[in-house]
């Protein structure tokens, strides 16, 4: 078995049986040869940071699922809207048209979910919960995305009730919208995030090893 089929069977362990929880294989600063290995032991749904980085992956690779994990800015839409199944990362109306506008007529309506920003201060991605549902709203209308729910990054020891705020919000989106994915947890915070109700779980380092810092732009 190769290290990387050993780790991911190791973190399905971790994921447990209890409750259906997706493993999304954060594969940025990974190379090919790294992905293959995770595709042959099963991995099916990867997520990207970059959109670039990206891309030049799936030229390489058979078909797989990819998740935009990283921020997206306008300029970027339209090439996520054409390559991408998932955009994990929408946070404002402006964005969410875009991708619409410009996700490709013959391929599925795009996979979508709100970041929210559950950590106040300490970070300055995605939108407060109490804006969160409006955005939704706003996304539901959109003829070409699929809102699919919540994405959200708790900062590093952050105590339970930021996980349970984002779940809150997750449970108003799965009621209204029928939305069926809260997407948290990360290595260092799966299990709590499974705890608190996270759907979906983005595994880098546990499934890949450290990864290669990237280099500055
Ligand atoms: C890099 C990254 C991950 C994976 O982090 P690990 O700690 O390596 O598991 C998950 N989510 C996002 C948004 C990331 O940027």
Same mark, same amino acid.
């Given at each position: 078995m190769s290290g990387i089929a050993h780790n991911l069977q190791a973190v399905r362990a971790r994921i447990g049986h209890a409750r259906a929880v997706t493993l999304l294989a954060?594969?940025?600063?990974?190379g090919i040869e790294r992905i293959k290995d995770a595709v042959a032991a099963g991995q099916k749904a990867f997520g990207e940071n970059y959109v670039q980085e990206a891309v030049q992956k799936m030229q390489q690779l058979p078909p797989l699922e990819w998740h935009l994990i990283g921020p997206l800015q306008s300029n970027k839409t339209r090439v996520a809207a054409e390559r991408? /199944?998932?955009?994990?990362t929408v946070a404002s109306e402006k964005i969410a048209r875009r991708l619409s506008e410009q996700r490709?007529?013959?391929?599925a309506p795009l996979n979508v979910l709100i970041q929210v920003n559950v950590s106040g201060e300490a970070s300055k991605s995605g939108i407060g919960a109490a804006q969160a549902r409006g955005l939704a709203a706003v996304i539901a209308g959109l003829p070409r995305l699929r809102l699919r729910g919540l994405m959200a990054i708790p900062e590093?020891?952050? /105590?339970?009730a930021r996980y349970a705020c984002a779940r809150d919000v997750f449970e108003e989106l799965k009621s209204e919208f029928g939305c069926d994915t809260l997407s948290m947890g990360m290595t260092d915070d799966m299990e709590l995030a499974i705890a608190e109700g996270a759907t979906m779980v983005r595994i880098g380092t546990a499934i890949f090893g450290e990864r290669k810092k990237r280099e500055a732009a």
């Open positions: 954060v594969s940025k600063g990974q991408f /199944d998932w955009v994990q490709p007529a013959h391929l590093p020891g952050a /105590d339970r």
